[in-house]
């Protein structure tokens, strides 16, 4: 069995659950890359491990299979590291490629130059190889070369997943500035959600949340309904892919209603979750209303409730949520004692306003945007008397 290194990108802050999924997935020497400024986490695994991790996984961006870590002072070095790598045994020339780079503290000039340097080794290394070579596609490219440099460190990955891996195959309908689906998952594990605990998203715009408890409650593999990159290389193993997906799918269970329950001002986000649930074939999982977050009541004795609130930035109204956020903070108090409440937000005013104290704080990021979890225990007479902790998950 050989094993090879790997590294999931997956949003900032996330790092901690997805190690921990990926260790359930089969990958070993796990390490995360927390407060490193690239979140993500890197591990080791086989063929299988990646298979898996790819269709399994609910919180990766992407799966990068590490080709080279060397060092490097110039562009030139680069260029050479690049040109010197066996490409032709990985894919075909006749694939189209794309190369993207990132950068921490690196000392040379111009990104845009590096990444130009990668595509002519490539390229240069196929003409050499066979005569011909890849053309660049910017928009689907069939395989996609990262190149990640530190100060001193050149590293190169190839992307065994093809497009983002929060891409389920399935969403219609977005709503009004939802959140990526692997982020949503995160969340839930960051909240310790547990399929046949209830769940409740009051402000559930296209139903991101609801859609991955749902999926996570029958044990759909998230990626059963997609296409992955590494189908292309030419080292694939279909038998092996073929055996890693039937074992997932033997697990999922048929679609059956889950204490999932979604609600939402607008009409229209009802609407919008409902099919994105449809299309996932997941609408009798779910149970969906209109209606004001100001008026409804817990759906059960106790539960998890998660939402992403508006915020000033999204909704150009913050005089509006000036009203809003105390508002809420008074109906939780009332209606929703014995709960947990995860509020995920980049508005600066809400923990201010919302007048619960946070149990803890988890900074987050939603793409570049710096966020906040903020968890609060709902119990009998307020939030008094109960411990502030910024490090982690208070005691059951």
Request: glycine share 10%; hydrophobic share 45%; with cysteine.
């Amino acid at each position: 069995m050989t094993l090879h290194d790997f590294f999931a990108p997956c949003p900032r802050g996330l790092e901690s659950v997805l190690a921990a999924e990926l260790e359930g997935l089969g990958a070993s020497s796990v390490q995360g890359h927390e407060g490193s400024g690239r979140g993500g986490v890197r591990f080791r695994g086989d063929w299988r491990t990646c298979y898996r991790a790819n269709l399994e996984s609910r919180i990766a961006s992407r799966i990068l299979w590490r080709l080279a870590c060397l060092p490097y002072a110039s562009e030139n070095d680069v260029y050479e590291a690049t040109r010197a790598l066996p490409w032709s045994d990985w894919f075909d020339p006749a694939l189209t490629l794309r190369v993207y780079v990132a950068a921490i503290q690196c000392p040379l000039r111009s990104l845009d130059f590096i990444t130009l340097r990668i595509k002519d080794a490539v390229c240069d290394a196929f003409r050499a190889a066979s005569g011909s070579r890849p053309s660049v596609d910017t928009l689907q490219p069939d395989m996609r070369i990262h190149g990640f440099l530190d100060a001193r460190t050149f590293s190169l990955y190839l992307d065994t997943s093809g497009d983002a891996l929060f891409k389920r195959g399935f969403r219609n309908e977005g709503g009004v500035a939802p959140i990526r689906e692997n982020l949503a998952a995160g969340i839930l594990a960051l909240a310790g959600w547990q399929p046949g605990v209830p769940l409740l998203d009051p402000m559930c715009g296209g139903g991101t949340f609801l859609l991955e408890a749902a999926q996570r409650s029958l044990d759909i593999a998230p990626g059963s309904g997609r296409r992955f990159a590494f189908e292309k290389f030419k080292g694939f193993d279909p038998g092996l892919w073929a055996g890693v997906r039937r074992t997932a799918l033997a697990r999922q269970r048929p679609p059956v209603r889950q204490p999932l329950f979604g609600s939402d001002l607008h009409g229209t986000a009802v609407a919008a979750a409902r099919a994105n649930l449809s299309a996932a074939g997941l609408a009798e999982v779910v149970m969906l209303k209109q209606a004001n977050v100001l008026e409804i009541s817990a759906p059960a004795a106790s539960g998890i409730l998660v939402a992403n609130p508006p915020y000033g930035v999204r909704m150009g109204e913050p005089e509006r949520l000036l009203v809003l956020y105390p508002a809420l903070g008074s109906v939780l108090k009332k209606r929703f004692s014995g709960w947990r409440v995860y509020l995920f937000s980049a508005d600066p005013l809400l923990p201010k306003h919302i007048r619960l104290a946070a149990s803890r704080r988890i900074p987050l990021f939603n793409g570049a945007r710096e966020c906040r979890l903020l968890e609060y225990r709902m119990v009998a007479g307020g939030m008094r008397g109960v411990r502030r902790s910024d490090e982690g998950p208070l005691p059951a």
